[in-house]
């Protein structure tokens, strides 16, 4: 699948109440809560690139892994239409307010019935898939292929319907814990997910082929649930399973969860549209859009969506408590942080991309031309980061405020400006037969400009809904990390050009490091607060350890 399932956390960070209260966090608690969040991301990010190096050597760029990337798309907008984001978001904030007024009885009732009515839709759903599999991947994901790789696609989407419901119980237990501020286990569990996937790509696919591929994707989202379970131990869980829809919490969490669903089918229906028209493109295009989304989502993970995680289950209880100006506080401190780590680190993805895929990807069956072609799309899907990392934020805020149908609507309006960018830029930039300068990178940009396009929009709503969000700080920081950015750019460019000899991943590294480096010391000089909140977390809690 792919990695829009880590939604994670921080680290178990009790409440002031005990076991089984939900409180806010204070912003010194919230930056060492979103630290831990962010190495947690970096565990299971760095899991992640081993994947897709392994699976990349193994298999390249081509037809064969064209079919299993396109394959996980169905059980991957299942499960987040059934749980995924859309359970997170309704889910908590009811959870959360069951735990504020100290009903545990009630939240756990609610918890059990939620349980055993996913189970019951994600079982018949996972079956109408099953059957209708043929004709959903000749007609919606891969249009533009021979018979032979629709039938692989359709039995290796079979293979994998599997994990619509595994993950739909580890979705709901990720939003039990979350809301407890117990989060470790969910991060270490995406590495799992990773450690499965890659023992079927080394243990299985030299017996099944790509077949083990799948199976070991199933194994990865069995490990993904295993190391959940235990947790709710820990946090003293009262099961009361139930299909009863008229347990109190249900009716509001499904409330919550339907203008959530369309959103996501909104950003699942994106990638389904991505994936029909790279059919008609060289073999190796749905790969290659794969594979530079998942680098850029592996930086988003580490600078957006650990905080925007860690900040969730503190702004849905200062909502329920109307404490406004705390609200509009760590609201604003978040998207700070957020744009603090993502303005270098658009810059240094597009500077180092082409370095980067081919020190990572260029061994086996992975050709140049792929790595040319991965690269370019990477610093398109780069320019789109920063939008990214505040929609982690942002959308985030609305559901903490129980609205999940304004992002839903923005969210629409700017999928029709996607798709619209697509069909338009993918006849505009790079050849439809050409797998090193390949017209799918047009494809990456729309969705960068339509990104901005919603991030800027729904900015604007929430800053007039509650008053503000310390816009005149924020605008502060974003100038001075543009500044200190581009001289890093600049920096990391000569460092480029003084190793052009040295061996690829050597370069790459001693450029990065000058670019941090640089970068890190004119964030102190022009005085961002930021530049030391997260080394003073990281040495606080090193000390505490």
């Known amino acids: ?142 249009p533009g292929d021979p018979l032979a790789d629709q039938a692989l696609t359709v039995d290796l989407l079979r293979i994998m319907l599997s994990t619509v419901v595994i993950f739909s119980l580890s979705g709901l237990l990720m939003g039990i814990l979350n809301a407890h501020q117990h989060f470790w ?59 009863r829809i008229r347990t109190p919490g249900v009716l509001e969490v499904f409330r919550l969860m339907i203008p959530r669903i369309f959103g996501q089918a909104v950003v699942q229906v994106n990638f389904i549209l991505i994936t029909a028209l790279t059919s008609f493109m060289v073999d190796g295009a749905q790969t290659a859009v794969n594979t530079a989304f998942a680098l850029m989502f592996f930086v988003l993970g580490v600078i957006g969506r650990g905080l925007g995680t860690a900040v969730f289950p503190s702004l849905s209880t200062l909502a329920a408590q109307t404490d406004w100006p705390g609200y509009r506080r760590t609201l604003s401190t978040a998207v700070r942080g957020v744009l603090f780590l993502a303005i270098p680190a658009t810059i240094g993805l597009i500077i180092l991309a082409l370095p980067l895929v081919a020190g990572l990807f260029e061994r086996g069956r992975w050709t140049a031309e792929a790595t040319a072609g991965t690269s370019l799309a990477l610093q398109y899907f780069a320019l789109g980061l920063v939008g990214h990392a505040l929609l982690e934020i942002l959308a985030r805020s609305f559901y903490a405020l129980h609205d999940t149908r304004t992002p839903v609507i923005v969210g629409v309006a700017t999928m029709i400006l996607n798709f619209a960018l697509a069909v338009l830029l993918m006849h505009v930039i790079g050849q439809p037969d050409s797998l090193a300068n390949g017209s799918f990178a047009g494809l990456a940009l729309a969705m960068s400009l339509s990104t901005w396009v919603e991030a800027i929009v729904l900015w604007l709503l929430l800053r007039r809904r509650i008053g503000g969000i310390g816009g005149a700080r924020v605008w502060a920081l974003t100038w001075r990390a543009l500044l200190a950015a581009a001289a890093m750019g600049a920096a990391v460019r000569v460092a480029q050009i003084a190793l052009a000899g040295a061996p690829p991943l050597a370069a790459l590294f001693a450029s990065s490091a000058v670019g941090l480096a640089v970068y890190g010391g004119l964030a102190v000089a022009l005085g961002l607060e930021e530049a030391a909140a997260v080394p003073r977390a990281l040495f606080r809690r090193l000390r505490r350890s």
């Open 1 to 142: 699948m792919t990695d829009s399932r880590r939604q994670t956390g921080a680290d178990t960070l009790a409440t002031s109440e005990g076991r089984g209260a939900s409180a806010a966090l204070s912003n010194e608690r919230l930056a060492r809560a979103a630290l831990v969040v962010m190495i947690a991301f970096v565990a299971s990010g760095v899991l992640g690139l081993v994947r897709l190096v392994v699976i990349g050597m193994i298999y390249g760029a081509g037809a064969e892994l064209d079919s299993f990337n396109a394959a996980t798309r169905i059980p991957e907008l299942l499960f987040n239409l059934i749980a995924g984001g859309a359970l997170g978001s309704a889910f908590i904030p009811v959870f959360a307010a069951f735990l504020v007024r100290s009903d545990r009885e009630g939240a756990w009732r609610l918890a059990g019935a939620i349980a055993a009515l996913l189970a019951a839709i994600s079982i018949v759903l996972a079956a109408a898939m099953y059957v209708a599999a043929p004709v959903v991947v000749a007609t919606l994901l891969r």
């Open 185 to 243: 286990r969910p991060a270490f569990a995406m590495s799992l997910y990773n450690i499965g996937i890659i023992a079927g790509a080394v243990f299985l696919a030299p017996i099944m082929g790509i077949y083990g591929l799948a199976w070991g994707t199933v194994l990865g989202a069995l490990l993904h649930l295993g190391i959940q379970a235990p947790g709710l131990r820990q946090i003293g869980a009262q099961w009361f399973p139930s299909l």
